[in-house]
């Protein structure tokens, strides 16, 4: 008994024409379909985690022009370099370009319309005096643009650009 091989030629024999002749026997399905889905639940995965970096990318630069649009709310002022300041330190990307400006405009329901570049010169044809405000304007991008891990499959883009606007009433 203990010197005797544990499989017999008869035994392979056996085995192989089961699985020629496809016995009923459904010993090793769970282990083809394992090897069948395994693939496809990797990409899915991988394809998630991806898409989802870029929408925490997204929101990072969107959190960046809003700290840089509430710090010129905060401080009721127009500083330039002083909001690009806020815009970098809001943000874990090393290079940001942050853009700011300051304008007169029109509230409506929906935008703001640009008037002039400062209320004085804003005529009171373009809207009445009393409804003019005095805004600014923020714009965060990051230097390099957001490289997925894989190409979306409809979209045939390499990189994609991300940036954020944010527009605050001073007065």
């Not at 022009?65 to 909001?83: D, F, M, R």
């Not at 029109?106 to 809207?127: F, W």
């Amino acid at each position: 008994m203990f010197g005797q091989p544990r499989f017999s030629r008869l035994g392979m024999w056996n085995a192989v024409r089961r699985i020629v002749t496809r016995a009923s026997d459904a010993t090793g399905a769970a282990m083809v379909e394992f090897t069948l889905f395994a693939p496809m639940l990797v990409a899915m995965a991988v394809y998630t985690m991806d898409y989802g970096l870029l929408v925490f990318n997204k929101m990072e630069v969107q959190n960046a022009a809003q700290a840089g649009a509430q710090y010129a709310l905060t401080n009721n002022s127009y500083n330039s370099s002083a909001i690009t300041t806020a815009v970098t330190g809001a943000t874990r990307f090393t290079a940001v370009t942050a853009t700011s400006s300051q304008f007169c405009g029109c509230p409506a329901a929906t935008k703001v319309t640009y008037c002039a570049a400062s209320c004085d010169l804003c005529g009171t044809g373009t809207c009445p005096v009393n409804v003019q405000g005095l805004y600014v304007t923020v714009t965060a991008t990051p230097t390099t643009p957001y490289k997925p891990l894989i190409r979306y499959g409809l979209v045939n883009s390499s990189s994609y650009n991300i940036s954020a606007t944010s527009t605050v009433r001073l007065r």
